[in-house]
C-alpha cells in the first residue's frame, strides 16, 4: 500500500453587482473582494448612474483598490446567466460569449495589470437592457489523489477536491477519456459556504492506464483534473520476475564467495 497526493482547489474570490439600464446604463459596485494571502482591495464603481443612449459606447467602470494585477486572472461578465465577456489564460476567450455580444465588448488589456477590469461595451442597444454581473476567479491547485489500496489485480483510488462554489461534479475518465463507474460522490460543505467534493473509484488492472479525476462546475465551464498511471498487471509479473531472479543471483554470489574464502 501506499499513497500519492498533489494538489487541486478553487476559490471564487469576488463578485460585482451591477445594475443596467437601457437609455440609462447604470452599474452600481458595493462589494469587497478577497484575495489570497489575506490581500483585501475594494471593488470600485461609479456612485452615479452611468448614461447612453442607444448606439452609442459605454464604458461599466469597475477596478481594485488598491490595485491589484489580475491579468492571470480569469475575469468574467454575465448579463444573467448569458456570458457578456470572458478573459482567460491572460486574452480574450470567445468560446463561451454569447453571440449578442461578439465583436462588441473589451477589456482594456494595458489596464488589467493594474487592476482595472472595465468593460467597455459598444453600440448599444434596447437588447442591452439586464443586470450585469463580473466574476473574478483565483484558481490554484490543492488536489488530494490517493492510492487507498492494491493488489495483482486491482487498485482503488480515491480523488478529493475543496474549495469550490457553487457545487462541483466529480469524474472518472480512463485513459480514453470514458467515464468509469465509481462510488458515490461525498460532497462536504465548510462553514465559509465553499464545497469540498471526494470520491472513490477500483480499477482492473488488466492492461497499463493513465486515470483522470476530473472536477467541473457546468455552469461557469471551470473544470481542473488530475492524472495517475496505474501500471497493469504483466508490468507487475515482470517486476516481481526481476526481483526474484536478482535475489538467487545474490544468494549464489554470495555462496560463491564463501566458498572462495
Not at 490543492?142 to 486491482?154: A, C, G, P, Q, W
Request: proline share 5%; with cysteine; aromatic share 10%.
Amino acid at each position: 500500500m501506499y499513497s500519492v497526493s498533489v494538489s487541486l482547489c478553487q476559490v471564487r474570490i469576488s463578485v460585482l453587482c451591477f445594475r443596467f439600464y437601457v437609455d440609462s446604463l447604470c452599474p452600481v459596485l458595493m462589494c469587497l473582494v478577497l484575495l489570497p494571502l489575506s490581500r483585501e482591495s475594494d471593488v470600485i464603481g461609479s456612485d452615479e448612474p452611468v448614461k447612453a443612449n442607444v448606439g452609442e459606447d459605454v464604458i461599466l467602470p469597475c477596478h481594485l483598490e488598491p490595485p491589484f494585477n489580475v491579468s492571470t486572472l480569469t475575469v468574467e461578465w454575465k448579463r444573467n446567466k448569458t456570458y457578456v465577456h470572458v478573459y482567460r489564460s491572460m486574452k480574450h476567450d470567445p468560446n463561451q460569449q454569447n453571440s449578442h455580444f461578439i465583436n462588441r465588448t473589451y477589456l482594456f488589456c494595458d489596464e488589467i495589470g493594474k487592476g482595472n477590469i472595465s468593460l467597455l461595451l459598444r453600440n448599444v442597444s434596447k437588447e442591452d437592457e439586464g443586470v450585469y454581473i463580473c466574476y473574478i476567479w483565483h484558481t490554484w491547485y490543492e488536489d488530494l489523489f490517493t492510492v487507498i489500496s492494491k493488489n495483482s489485480s486491482k487498485v482503488v483510488l480515491q480523488c478529493e477536491s475543496a474549495g469550490w462554489y457553487p457545487e462541483p461534479e466529480l469524474l472518472w475518465l480512463d485513459g480514453e477519456g470514458n467515464l468509469l463507474s465509481a462510488g458515490p460522490t461525498e460532497t462536504l460543505r465548510g462553514p465559509d459556504d465553499l464545497y469540498t467534493v471526494s470520491s472513490r473509484v477500483t480499477v482492473e488492472k488488466r492492461h497499463s492506464n493513465n486515470i483522470t479525476c476530473r472536477v467541473q462546475q457546468r455552469n461557469t465551464n471551470q473544470s481542473r483534473e488530475t492524472h495517475i498511471h496505474v501500471p497493469g498487471r504483466f508490468h507487475d509479473e515482470m517486476l516481481h520476475m526481476l526481483y526474484v531472479k536478482l535475489l538467487w543471483f545474490l544468494i549464489i554470489l554470495f555462496i560463491y564467495c564463501a566458498c572462495i574464502l
